[in-house]
């Protein structure tokens, strides 16, 4: 097995703190700039599993990367480098407490809650009889709150989002009009690529008052693909997509009787397991880039990572 960087503990010229999230360690400097290392972590139903997947982190990063700059034209982003596989710099930002979710196609935790009868999701109307894998009419905003570790996230309605304050009336019209835009720009990339994107999300916040999208764009484990070649012919059918997503790990992980629910134990990542989870993202990124991956190989990643940031920092 390749080694996996599952954690990190630097301590970088002008850092003043660190946050840890589920995948991405993101170190403050100065109040001016944020380090965000895209780890090997991996998770879902908002449980960090136990073992991390190598080049996860290189190959998130670099997709990421790749799409922050096709969409600068949209609306700003925050990435100034990527000074490591696995690093991207960008301008520090006040984050919204939200993030955008948009869909394109009912699939998915919103496939498992109409498929309960639900008919609004954050104070969206569904329309009636609608099937799994469907397309919406026009791609739907499904806004979520930001939890913390071990938390999950909430539907939130954009009325409850302007009634708290958690953007105003103005912010929240850009936010939306970003979002919409982004999305059509994603769905006309993966369309070149034979790829459907089904749904995603999006995080913003404010830098010198102006409104900045932030952290990971159009990734895996932010987004759903579906391949387009025999999307018609599996819906009709009522047969499951073929799908390039972090959803194969959800449902790995529901047939194994965890779905991050009180009590329940993460069932054992074996190498194999591991092994097919990296070569699923590793497809991904060559299929939504369109670039074979090259596998960035190094005797001890976190040390590769600490030289290529502190030079950068340094200059």
Known sequence: MKQALTKTDYHFP??????????????????????????DRISAFDVV????????????????????????????????????????????CEGFPIEMIVRGYLCG????????????????????DMKENQKFPAPIITPTTKAEIGEHDADISKEE????????????????KYTLALFKRGTEIAAERGLILVDTKYEFGKHDGKIYLMDEIHTPDSSRYFYSEGYEERFEKGEPQKQLSKEFVREWLMD?????????????????????????????????????????????IAARIEKNVTEYLSR
């Open 14 to 39: 002008g850092q003043k703190s660190v946050y840890h999230g589920k995948v991405r360690d993101v170190y403050n400097i100065k109040d001016e700039k944020l380090v965000m290392v895209a780890t």
């Open 49 to 92: 599993l136990p073992k991390g997947i190598p080049f996860k982190g290189q190959m998130l990063n670099q997709i990421a990367a790749k799409f922050l700059n096709a969409t600068t034209d949209i609306c700003p982003n925050w990435k100034l480098s990527t000074p490591d596989p696995m690093v991207t710099v960008g301008v520090m």
């Open 161 to 176: 989002i302007l009634a708290r304050g958690l953007a105003s009336p103005e912010e929240y019209a850009l936010l939306e």
């Open 256 to 300: 194994n009787g965890f779905q991050g629910k009180k009590g329940q134990q993460v069932p054992e990542m074996t190498d194999e397991i591991v092994t097919s989870i990296s070569e699923r993202y590793i497809e991904l990124y060559e299929h939504i880039t369109g670039e074979k991956f090259v596998r960035e190989t190094a005797e001890d």
């Open 109 to 128: 935790s919103a496939w498992r809650a109409y498929k309960s009868g639900v008919r609004e999701i954050c104070g969206v109307r569904l329309p009636e």
